[in-house]
């Protein structure tokens, strides 16, 4: 069973920073795409970045020059770095895995984390 589990969501203040990170666990061949999403109350859920296994990555406009998505594809791990934190960043961040395991491939959702970034 693969299971990704969230961590480094809380509360913070406009222009503040915060790391989110992720693992996935269980019997995995091989992850091809992994990243973020999030979802703010009352709209649906966006993507925020994504990052190959090739370290390609892929940014939402509204996050590009203050997010930065990084794995480590050894320990099946990916973070999300963001700094100059605004208001409509608040929301429930979920991570996500594109991968190969003994099924065949399939995608995976973590349980999501709260970040909330005041005014």
Known sequence: Q???VESGGGLVQAGGSLRLSCAASGTIFSINTMGWYRQAPGKQRELVATINSDSSTNYADSVKGRFTISRVNAKNTVALQMNSLKPEDTGVY???????TVVGGTDYWGQGTQVTVSS
């Open 94 to 100: 979920y991570c996500h895995a594109d991968l190969w």
């Open 2 to 4: 693969v299971q990704l």
